[in-house]
């Protein structure tokens, strides 16, 4: 079945084990198989890689990619999808099916999905982690962001997520899609987008439209941040209001540390007015201001 998802393929496959699709769990599968190729081919797999898939849906994308790489993992939250991607994967000795929702909470994955990860990146030398992915949209911000600050970093992730979310990845400073997540990810990251896609690409057809993105880790980048975690909630906290003005997010935020003097010689010193706002920050003057705060506490 490898790369052959179509829609009377699934339609006779659903029926036969009585299966609907839901679009809570953005149950859409890619019908376009160039389009699948494209998604694996942006990813340049290597027989040292060990893939990380999350939403094995019937395994199709997973046939795809297993034989170019040294193991895939692949998560799967819907039991009777679980049932049918292990029905069509199991001549597939490298691909570890695992079955439960990929995220304890909003901020971490299920500890074992770490751990198997773990496993199979420790089982060759040079193995390296990348995601590869048709992601289930309502939860590909965070599995895109916690993955940067897991145990196991990906040095590539190439995926299909929603167009709006793709245009937030690449988003430059002072646009109304510049955010927490265009920071967080371009301060460790190189981000491309390599394809727009319809959603007739897609079967059920989903309301939006989507995007294939290739994000490369750039570990120089990554190493100007010092403390990953803080920087990621200072980010965070500054975009909670994108509206309000740098000083009295950072005065709300910072109440209980520092005072309100403080803030405002900390933003001088940085260069910026005291009108500025989060949105008209680029990553380095972010860094700087968030070490300047972190320095102070
Ligand atoms: N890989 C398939 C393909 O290429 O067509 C299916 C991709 S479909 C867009 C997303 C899949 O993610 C669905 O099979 C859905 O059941 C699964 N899923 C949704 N939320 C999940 C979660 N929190 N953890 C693990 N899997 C999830």
Redesign the pocket.
């Known amino acids: 079945m490898a790369g052959q ?1 179509t829609i009377s393929y699934l339609t006779r496959r659903f029926r036969e084990v009585g299966f609907e699709p839901v679009s809570r ?6 019908i376009d198989m160039n389009l699948q190729r494209l998604l694996v081919d942006a990813a340049q797999l290597d027989y040292d890689d060990v893939v990380l ?6 395994g ?2 997973t046939a795809l990619v297993a034989p170019q790489v040294a193991a895939v993992v692949t ?4 039991e009777r ?1 679980f049932q049918m991607a292990s029905d069509e994967l199991v001549d597939n000795a490298n691909v570890t099916l695992l079955k439960f ?3 304890k909470n909003k901020n971490h994955f299920d500890p074992r999905l770490m751990e198997v990860l773990g496993e199979r990146l420790a089982a060759g030398s040079g193995r390296q982690l990348k995601l590869v ?4 949209y ?2 590909a911000t965070p599995i895109i962001s916690n993955l940067l600050s897991s145990p196991h970093v990906p040095v590539m992730m190439v995926a299909t997520v929603q167009k709006e979310m793709a245009e937030r990845l690449i988003a430059q400073p002072g646009t109304k899609d510049y955010g927490a997540l265009s920071i967080w990810i371009q301060s460790q990251c190189r981000v491309e987008i390599v394809r727009l896609m319809a959603p007739s690409v897609f079967w059920p057809r989903p309301k939006v439209e989507s995007a294939i993105v290739r994000i490369d880790l750039e570990p120089e980048r990554r190493s100007l941040v010092p403390d990953l975690e803080f920087f990621h909630s200072f980010v965070r906290g500054l975009f909670l209001h994108r509206r309000k003005l740098l000083r009295g997010v950072l005065h709300a935020g910072y109440k209980n540390q520092l005072t309100k003097p403080q803030i405002d010689n900390l933003i001088e010193k940085q260069g910026l007015q005291a009108d500025a706002r989060a949105e008209q920050l680029g990553i380095e003057a972010m860094l700087a201001l968030c070490e300047a705060v972190r320095a102070e506490l």
């Open positions: 998802q769990h953005g149950q859409n599968f890619l898939e999350v939403g094995t849906g019937t199709a994308l998560v799967e939250i819907d999808l929702d990929v995220l992915a048709n992601l289930p309502s939860v």
